[in-house]
């Protein structure tokens, strides 16, 4: 077992400490328009002291968090989503990460890129790029696979098992089981009835989807998965954005041992493979392609390689195109905006923001053909011109508000 670190209570008393987690939550210029955000930042100096007494006294009690059903584009389906208030909940959440953060970040893997700082979506297009174009022998074959239900398929003891064989601090283990299970209780209370983080979870499964420790935690329990894959000898490159495992290798059957390998890892963590799991051959071999000339049509269209698809983007040995539906949306919102201009009608500034976003992601891919037919026809400037028109006028409407209404 490696060595535990202690003591990690104490290092959310100090107040330069809750100064930067707040500045940490706060970093979004959407989070700060919220009220219950807004109250802590008008006053910050009286909420450290609140936050300190009540990290002194633990008398943190978490609230219940409220759900919301909404739609992800991305995955296209519908996600139960939840969401506490900045105060208290929310920076208690963040402090518990940041006091934590140098025991998560420890053993973590250098290809898990979710909710971790400078790891999101580009390290993972970099690394499949480099993959699939500069080491296209070790990208033959490739294989995607995903956690069945991950966040409501994690037990919460197992998780805190987990955390215990790196943290020593019982305190402040107590504290994170009740923070991940939104406990009614006060943390004096249940250190006053001597429990434990195994009487606070027992029997409970699953983590809040949108609580910012959960994500952290999520993250975290995948980690014997991450060195099972780094150490595979069939597994070249590896990545891994949340529950969404890819990897690449030279040997089709050693990819599939690594996915059998991932479902054994998995079981033991009490989860499960979602069943759509597959290995695919990304190029042709020499002997492959001879094969192929004996092959009926049917025959040919079935054994055919494959881009690689991850984070919005499909990762061939030559290109890099967007994924089918990410470039249909944005073919449409072409469309509509060249509509609005060929009959002279102004465009909307969610509009111009919403296909600026679109046109950002072409910066990452192959797209000189499209850019001619689809973006250029509009252009770029007209856009940012609607943009910047808008900024204009807020900033002048703020102006006029601080000034009591005055031009």
């Known amino acids: 077992m490696p060595k535990r670190v202690g003591y990690i209570y104490q290092r959310m008393e100090d107040p330069a400490f809750i100064r930067r987690c707040i500045r940490i939550g706060t970093r979004e210029s959407k989070k700060k328009k919220r009220k219950d955000v807004r109250k802590v930042l008008v006053n910050t100096d009286l909420y450290i002291e609140r936050m300190q007494s009540i990290v002194r006294e633990r008398s943190f009690k978490p609230e219940t968090p409220r759900k919301k059903t909404i739609y992800d584009p991305s995955s296209q389906k519908w996600r139960d989503t939840f969401r506490v208030s900045f105060w208290k909940d929310g920076l208690m959440h963040i402090m518990v990460c940041q006091a934590m953060m140098d025991v998560l970040m420890r053993g973590m893997s250098p290809w898990s890129c979710s ?236 509009q111009a923001t919403a296909l600026l976003s679109r046109i950002g992601q072409l910066k990452h891919c192959d797209s000189h053909n499209v850019r001619i037919k689809y973006v250029d026809p509009i252009g770029v400037r007209n856009l940012k011109e609607v943009v910047r028109y808008e900024g204009k006028r807020r900033l002048a409407a703020q102006r006029r508000l601080y000034a009591g209404g005055a031009a």
Not at 160 to 177: C, G, N, T
Not at 236 to 254: Q, S
Not at 267 to 289: H, I, M, N, P, S
Request: a positive charge; charged letters at 30%.
């Open 115 to 350: 909710s971790v700082p400078n790891r999101g979506g580009k390290r993972i297009h970099k690394r499949l790029r480099h993959a699939m174009q500069d080491r296209p022998k070790q990208s033959a074959y490739a294989s995607e696979a995903d956690v069945k239900s991950y966040y409501d398929s994690i037990p919460l003891d197992r998780l805190m098992s987990a955390l215990e064989r790196k943290v020593k601090d019982k305190e402040f283990l107590l504290l994170v089981a009740i923070c991940i299970t939104c406990e009614q209780i006060t943390l004096r209370e249940a250190l006053d009835r001597g429990l434990s983080w195994r009487d606070i979870t027992r029997g409970r499964v699953g983590l809040y989807i949108g609580l910012y420790i959960d994500q952290w935690l999520a993250n975290f329990y995948l980690e014997p998965l991450d060195r099972m894959l780094l150490a595979h000898p069939g597994v070249k490159f590896t990545t891994r954005h949340m529950d969404n495992i890819v990897a690449t290798g030279p040997n089709k059957k050693l990819l599939h041992a690594a996915m059998r390998e991932t479902a054994r890892v998995l079981q033991t963590l009490e989860l499960r493979l979602k069943g759509d799991w597959q290995v695919y051959r990304t190029t042709f071999t020499r002997k492959a392609q001879r094969r192929r000339l004996t092959m009926t049509d049917r025959q040919r269209q079935l054994r055919h390689p494959r881009m690689v698809a991850a984070v919005g983007y499909r990762f061939g040995h030559s290109y890099i195109t967007m994924r089918k539906r990410n470039f249909l949306r944005f073919t449409r919102q072409c469309r509509r905006v060249q509509k609005k201009l060929d009959s002279g009608q102004p465009i909307s500034y969610n």
